[in-house]
């Protein structure tokens, strides 16, 4: 009896489509999961929005947690003119914390004293450089590399500000200014 030929396989073609369809299949799910992270990922103006409503709320480990050191601060108090005329910003008091245990027992002393009326970013606030050049005058030259977002914090005698500064690489709050 003869034997018929036994038909060949044919794995290659169905190797290089399936091979094919894998590739398709991961670079979709790439792209997919590329997109997702990239509409999931906070803006800078929403982690300076969150570290205000963690100050208010005094959720130290929030607010060092959306941290990252160094961390520059400022305060600086109003005074009155020296010629009558009103107030004046009067000297003001840095400090730059290295590491996030000096961060987190300063915050938790400040959260107790600080607190800022708008937990809403100022939708026209002065320029970056107005403010490098008014309110963070003489201060740490590390403010430059912040995106600066200005809140209001009440009204007394003058307007006071918060400054919030967040590292446009990171998207981590690194510095906070208050009047």
């Known amino acids: 009896m003869a034997h018929a030929p036994k038909p060949r396989a044919r794995f290659r073609i169905g190797s290089r489509a399936a091979l094919s369809a894998?590739?398709?299949?991961v670079l979709l799910l790439t792209a997919l999961t590329l997109c997702h992270r990239a509409d999931a990922a906070e803006t800078d103006v929403e982690v300076a929005q969150r570290f205000v409503v963690a100050l208010n709320q005094g959720?130290?480990?929030e607010m060092v947690a959306?941290?990252?050191c160094p961390f520059v601060f400022r305060n600086q108090e109003w005074e009155s003119a020296k010629d009558g005329s009103g107030f004046?910003?009067?000297k003001a008091d840095d400090k730059t914390f290295a590491?996030?245990?000096e961060l987190s027992e300063f915050l938790a002393k400040l959260v107790e004293k600080a607190k800022?009326?708008?937990e809403t970013a100022a939708k026209s606030p002065p320029p970056k450089e107005d403010l490098l050049k008014d309110n963070l005058k003489g201060s740490p030259t590390s403010w430059r590399r912040l995106n600066l977002f200005v809140f209001f914090r009440g009204m007394g005698d003058v307007e006071?500000?918060?400054i919030v500064g967040?590292?446009?690489n990171r998207h981590r709050v690194r510095g906070l200014y208050l009047n």
């Open 88 to 90: 004046v910003r009067g």
């Open 166 to 168: 967040v590292d446009p």
């Open 59 to 61: 959720k130290v480990g």
């Open 22 to 25: 894998a590739v398709c299949g």
């Open 116 to 118: 800022i009326e708008s």
């Open 160 to 162: 006071h500000v918060a």
């Open 99 to 101: 590491k996030k245990k």
């Open 66 to 68: 959306m941290s990252a």
